[in-house]
């Protein structure tokens, strides 16, 4: 198949048209390194037009990974949410994953042991993990690996965050409420409330 014509196009992209009306989007590298020009004679079109897709989104998933660390999953949906054909997007996050920048085990255990530390409960850092693409095994390893004491982080977090607000009219039931929708059990919430509620008027006396 021969081309007719070259164009270029926005983003050092060049509109290559072909003798049957077909036009290939490729990068303009992809050009120059095959030395295409009207009429020279492409054997597989096709070929050429993943070569420069895989090149463009090789290039995008590192600019993606230089703004924010993300897993396999979330990687390959920015990438087709950019226009790349599946196999490119697949083909680019594997070879991330070969020069190790992505890593989901790795990216697991940081993100877990940080929420962990902000007092997030094992159910919301479950969810939040899930949420970035993490599979579900590799977050219930982790969860089942930890061995901190959820009574204690509840305890925390209360004298941390929530002290003040027991304080308001209804602050008492608004505070069990919220920290039950952070994934504490009922029975860690009720105990540690009633512990701090306890020292407070201990304190007092």
């Known amino acids: 198949m021969k081309i007719v014509s070259l164009k270029d196009r926005r983003k050092s992209l060049t509109a290559v048209t072909l ?40 290039s995008r998933a590192l600019w993606y990974l230089s703004r924010s660390d993300l897993s396999e999953k979330k990687l390959k949906e920015k990438l087709t949410q950019g226009g790349f054909k599946p196999k490119a997007c697949e083909a680019a996050v594997l070879r991330m994953k070969e020069l190790g920048l992505i890593n989901d085990e790795r990216l697991a255990e940081r993100l ?70 952070k994934g504490y059990s009922y029975s860690d919430v009720r105990s540690a409330l009633n512990a701090y509620l306890d020292e407070q008027i201990e304190e007092e006396f």
């Open 19 to 58: 003798e049957d009306g077909r036009e290939l989007l490729l990068d303009s590298e992809t050009v120059v390194i095959n030395n295409l020009a009207p009429g020279v004679h492409l054997d597989d079109p096709d070929a050429l037009v993943y070569e420069s897709d895989l090149k463009r989104a090789k």
């Open 112 to 181: 877990y042991e940080y929420l962990s530390s902000t007092g997030a409960s094992k159910k919301e850092i479950i969810y939040k993990l899930q949420n970035k693409g993490i599979p579900y095994q590799t977050v219930k390893y982790l969860a089942e690996e930890d061995t901190s004491d959820e009574s204690e982080k509840v305890k925390n977090l209360i004298e941390t965050k929530y002290a003040s607000k027991l304080k308001d009219e209804g602050g008492v039931q608004k505070v069990f409420a919220a920290l039950l929708r």
